[in-house]
């Protein structure tokens, strides 16, 4: 879910990479104006330009949207980097 990834984004460090799956994710929080990245084109590209996308920040708007759905939320795991989540959960890394 693109909240969920929202969520561990602002929990990260940016910028951030986010593979497989998670780049649609990004690309519909880019598109409601949550969050600033750089995506691969959906068609055309090499398959070697196209396998992430990058995370640079979260707007201002996207950290209201965080601040409004707090209490909706449910804790994230935590773990020994400070609370936050480890970065792999989301992030596709290998």
């Known amino acids: 879910m693109a909240m969920d990834l929202l969520r561990l984004l602002a929990a990260c460090p940016l910028p951030a990479i986010c593979r497989g799956e998670e780049i649609d ?49 449910a804790p994230s795991t935590t773990s020994q980097n400070g609370g936050a989540p480890p970065l792999h959960a989301a992030m596709g890394a290998s």
Request: proline share 8%; charged share 15%; hydrophobic share 50%.
């Open 25 to 73: 994710l990004v690309r519909s929080l880019r598109a409601a104006g949550l969050v600033v990245a750089l995506t691969p084109a959906k068609d055309g590209m090499p398959a070697a330009a196209s396998d992430h996308a990058v995370v640079l920040s979260i707007t201002p708007k996207g950290q209201q949207q965080l601040e409004s759905l707090a209490p909706f939320l």
